[in-house]
């Protein structure tokens, strides 16, 4: 049987920045917003919204077992608890990543994504290379595309989001951080890890 592969290169932070200068500058030149209100939407998603928010909840999931047992049953209402919710998270579902199982997390429609937890959605998750090798190739494409080897003992577990329901991953805490706080334990999530396609950083 002949297999064609889509491997996608993930875009480089130098990359993206330019682009959004560029977008910046053209919405400010043709009058469609002003420097104000760009910066007004880009402190927003800097301070309100974004991978930190998730972060956050994950360091108290790693240090708090009723936390964790209540954001496993309901990821919507633990997360309303430390401020963290609304537009796109209105139902949302975290799915605890083991040494037995490991989570990742796809929408193979669109882009459905929960905003409260992670911000704005990253360029590879909507595209079209990602959301359809992910669900047949998921081990090909974490070892390829992010340089994560899950082991085979793992079994991977790919979730399709939608408009109804959003999920997002509680990573696996990292060996060696039993003496860290929240906030330092917060440190080590990152945006992939709340998708599943790596793992939190190393302490």
């Given amino acids: 049987m002949t297999r064609v592969n889509m491997v996608y290169t993930p875009k480089t932070e130098e990359e993206v920045a330019a682009r959004v200068k560029a977008i910046e500058a053209i919405l400010i030149e043709k009058g469609l917003m002003s420097e104000a209100a760009v910066n007004k939407f880009a402190e927003l998603y ?7 928010l998730g972060a956050k909840v994950v360091a108290r999931a790693w240090t708090d077992p009723e936390f964790k047992k209540h954001l496993l049953k309901d990821a919507t209402e633990a997360c309303k608890e430390l401020g963290v919710g609304g537009l796109q998270g209105e139902h949302m579902i975290a799915l605890e990543c083991t040494d037995n199982v490991h989570h990742v ?25 990602y959301r359809a090798r992910i669900i047949r190739e998921p081990r090909q494409v974490l070892r390829e595309d992010f340089r ?43 945006r992939d890890s709340l998708i599943g396609t790596g793992p939190a950083i190393a302490a």
């Fill in 148 to 190: 994560f080897e899950v082991p085979d003992a793992t079994e991977v577990q790919v979730w399709d989001s939608n408009s109804e329901i959003r999920y997002w991953v509680l990573p696996k805490r990292p060996k060696g951080t039993e003496g860290m706080s929240e906030d330092e334990l917060a440190k080590l999530v990152t």
């Fill in 46 to 52: 800097e301070n309100e919204v974004g991978p930190h």
């Fill in 105 to 129: 997390i796809v929408c193979t429609l669109c882009s459905c994504y929960p905003w409260p937890v992670l911000g704005l959605p990253p360029n590879w998750y909507k595209s079209m290379p």
